[in-house]
């Protein structure tokens, strides 16, 4: 009797059953280190989608009198670009980071609370999409990423896309939260014997501050959106009707300065990390970057009217308000001062990193610098509402903390992914970024002191205006063009770039002392603790115990 051999037809679902099994994997996990990349993929995928509106936009106020998008889709994409950008890239890009980094900075093996690190991944990403179901659903929000009342009240602007908004916004709002809480137990219950607060790196230190800012101003946003929701769903009377506008002017900015700088303070983190190590010097003035993040966080709380100075608050309130915005620029002044006094007399190595990170002090003093004039009350009525503030707030927020991201990006890549990204790719990136940059909102401060108006789908056909714009249109090319160069980049050392090894910049933090990428459990083992540098002083034994 012949062998009877069956025909292998279950081998072939296998690979897919794999990987079917690791995207479970992923989608299941709690480790901090796959959280901490899906938050940087799910925000890189929502910065795509707001890089794209932006450069619709672009297109539109390219020339006077344009017809490329209606009214109604210009405001859409528009509020749409704004609440992306804030909500769901730079401030969660942020979280993410912190995620994966924090724990390993301290010799921690995980966050403290594992599943609520996920819920607050899968809140950003629902929150997103519930955001992002507006098109579907009668029209995206159009009122602007601060949605003030009575306008988003109106009939042209009152569509389902408005309760999207801020039900999208109090689901990340709540993720938000719920992440602060956990770096904060991290940082003060699962540090590595010998790592005093003291110790800490920057960039932990800073996310710890970070993260007491997030819980006292998220909530204000929560309560905001709650009540803007009642007014709108049950007709309550908080802001709208018998309400009062300028209340919520009042709770949105209570929210929104404190906002600028939760979006800053893990970027001036990275600086921090990124600077001492590309300079071969530890960070002049620790105590005073240190001490200065806690003055910011304190003051950023006491600044939020400086937004209405145009609402007519009255002179008192004009003085007090102008007088601590001013008076918040001396900590982050420090700060300045002590990246540039670690880098003089530094032996500096010009890594894609380290560019970003010196272009960042540049971009971000710009941006500093234009933020003290809104100080000034007759300036401030005079550029309120104009490209000038548009400038200004892309200076802060994109040549300041997306610059300070992507210094971190290329700092700390070969230790997520085992692989070197090509620094001749980096520099093409850095270069087309930095001329895009500038090109597209330099030119801007100039449009708004001569005086064009930012929230307009179209402009008359004024001297000098078509021009300005369609030079800072043409910005974006640069910038779209240094996207693909970062992608390309990413993509090709994920599967052929240079071996990175345990610690290819040769730093001191604990991140560097175990593998790349590093294993489920973080570490082996971990060195003795005995100052600010722990890798620095294991390499050097004979160097005194440090502070």
């Known amino acids: 009797m012949s062998e009877i051999t069956l025909a292998p037809e279950s081998a072939a679902p296998v690979p897919r059953a794999r990987s079917a099994n690791r995207m479970l994997g992923w989608v299941a996990s709690v480790d901090h280190k796959q959280i901490g990349i899906m938050y940087l993929v799910a925000t890189f ?157 920057l960039f932990v230190w800073m996310n710890f501050v970070n993260s007491f800012l997030i819980i006292f101003a998220l909530p204000i946003l929560n309560a905001t959106l709650l009540m803007y929701l009642a007014d709108r769903l049950l007709g309550a009377q908080f802001f709208h009707g018998a309400g009062s506008p300028i209340l919520y002017q009042h709770f949105f900015w209570a929210f929104g300065h404190p906002e600028v700088y939760i979006m800053a303070l893990p970027a001036f983190g990275m600086i921090s990390e990124v600077i001492p190590v590309f300079s071969r010097k530890p960070i002049f003035g620790y105590s005073f970057v240190a001490g200065s993040t806690v003055a910011i966080a304190f003051l950023s709380f006491g600044v939020w009217a400086h937004h209405m100075f145009a609402a007519g608050l009255g002179f008192t309130w004009d003085v007090l308000f102008g007088a601590s915005s001013m008076l918040i620029a001396i900590p982050t002044g420090i700060k300045i001062f002590n990246w540039i006094a670690t880098m003089w007399g530094g032996a500096l190595r010009f890594t894609t990193s380290m560019l970003f990170a010196m272009a960042f002090l540049v971009m971000f003093t710009i941006g500093g610098l234009s933020g003290v004039t809104f100080a000034v009350v007759p300036i401030d009525w005079q550029t309120t509402d104009t490209y000038y503030v548009v400038a ?82 043409g910005g974006m090319l640069f910038t779209t063009a240094s996207l693909l160069v970062l992608v390309w980049n990413i993509i090709s050392s994920l599967r052929r770039g240079a071996p990175a090894g345990d610690n290819p910049w040769d730093a001191w933090t604990l991140e560097w002392a175990t593998s790349s990428p590093p294993p489920p459990h973080n570490f082996d083992q971990l060195p003795p603790i005995r100052g600010r540098r722990p890798l620095w002083d294991l390499a050097h034994p004979e160097a005194p115990d440090k502070a």
């Not at 070969?414 to 001329?435: A, T, V, Y």
């Open 45 to 201: 995928v929502f910065f795509l989608v707001g890089g794209v509106e932006a450069l619709l936009m672009r297109i539109q106020l390219s020339r006077p009198e344009n017809s490329f998008l209606s009214p109604q889709a210009y405001n859409q994409i528009f509020t749409m670009h704004g609440t992306t950008m804030i909500f769901l890239v730079v401030m969660p890009m942020l979280i993410g980071f912190a995620n994966y980094f924090v724990p390993l900075m301290i010799g921690a093996q995980d966050m403290a609370f594992p599943r609520l690190n996920a819920l607050g991944l899968w809140l950003l990403i629902f929150g997103g999409l519930l955001l992002y179901y507006s098109f579907l659903a009668g029209g995206a929000p159009n009122s602007g990423w601060f949605s003030y009342t009575p306008l988003s009240e109106l009939s042209y602007t009152s569509s389902p896309g408005q309760n999207y908004w801020a039900l999208g916004l109090l689901t990340t709002g709540i993720g938000t939260v719920a992440a602060a809480i956990n770096f904060i137990v991290t940082v003060l219950a699962m540090r590595a014997p010998g790592l005093t607060l003291r110790r800490l790196p």
């Open 392 to 473: 200004h707030f892309h200076y802060v927020l994109f040549g300041g903390t997306f610059f300070a991201i992507l210094s971190g990006f290329y700092y700390w890549f070969p230790k997520m992914s085992g692989r070197m990204l090509d620094e001749r790719l980096g520099r093409w990136h850095f270069w087309l970024n930095f001329i895009g940059f500038n090109m597209t909102f330099f030119i801007q401060h100039i449009l708004g002191l001569a005086g064009m108006p930012r929230r307009v789908w179209t402009y008359p056909d004024v001297p000098g205006w078509g021009l300005m714009n369609l030079i800072s249109s």
